[in-house]
């Protein structure tokens, strides 16, 4: 039961260029969204966050946009560089049957490659 | 910067065996979880404590797994007797609030069940 969905399992983007990171969720229990990313051999990495009372959420070159009637957020990079080039993973936090804030539940990541 | 640390990095033991993951988080937070990442799969969430005890846990969580914080700064799983496909990437974090999903993830401690 995928509660949050990543449909691109990678991506390849040449610097300079926007990376854009897609993410559908199921579940309308779910209020606050979260982006980390993650290098092989670490500990994913929190990089930006949204609420639901939120549509945008802008943090240097990192923005998140959240459109709650389709249940779909995106994570744009711009401009991209090599050092972005990671797993990125979507993440919500709320679920049913009831709203918990102790359950943060992940997507399965896509990997962006950005070419030099 | 503060951070949460993780021990050991790598694990290899027999099916069957015992295993204790241990975990150091953040000094000032006070939630704590394990999450795991099973090769090429997601990460998923086990298990969340908060104020000495569980406040969920995934259906993953069955009863070989146990967490506890015995002497308020490690937090260790335990995974009883081991089975092959609890071969993963085990993750704690812990974060300062229960308002947002901003967890802060060790390095993680690789288990290899033979």
């Known amino acids: 039961d995928q509660q949050v969905k990543q449909n691109s399992p990678s991506l390849s983007v040449q610097e300079g260029r926007i990376s854009i990171l897609n993410c559908d969720y199921t579940n309308s229990m779910f209020d606050y969204f979260l982006w980390y990313k993650k290098y092989p051999a670490e500990g994913p990495t929190f990089l930006i966050s949204i609420s639901s009372i939120k549509d945008k959420n802008e943090d240097g070159r990192f923005t998140v946009f959240l459109n709650k009637s389709a249940k779909h957020l995106s994570l744009h990079i711009v401009p991209s560089q090599p050092g972005d080039s990671a797993v990125y993973f979507c993440a919500a936090r709320g679920c049913c049957p009831k709203t918990s804030y102790d359950k943060v539940i992940f997507g399965p990541g896509t990997s962006l490659s950005v070419i030099p | 910067e503060p951070e949460v640390t993780q021990t050991p990095s790598h694990q290899v033991t027999q099916m069957g065996q015992e295993v204790i993951l241990r975990c150091v988080p953040i000094?000032?937070?006070?939630?704590f979880y394990w999450y795991r990442q099973i090769l090429g799969q997601k990460v998923e969430f086990l298990v969340s404590?908060?104020?000495?005890?569980?406040?969920?846990k995934s259906e993953i969580f069955d009863d070989q797994f146990s967490v506890e914080r015995p002497d308020g700064s490690n937090f260790t799983l335990k995974i009883r007797s081991t089975k092959l496909e609890d071969s993963a990437m085990y993750f704690c974090?812990?974060?300062?609030?229960?308002?947002?999903?901003?967890?802060?993830f060790g390095e993680g401690s690789r288990l290899t069940v033979l």
């Open positions: 404590f908060y104020n000495n005890e569980i406040s969920e």
């Open positions: 974090a812990s974060s300062e609030s229960e308002n947002t999903g901003e967890l802060f």
């Open positions: 000094s000032n937070h006070l939630y």
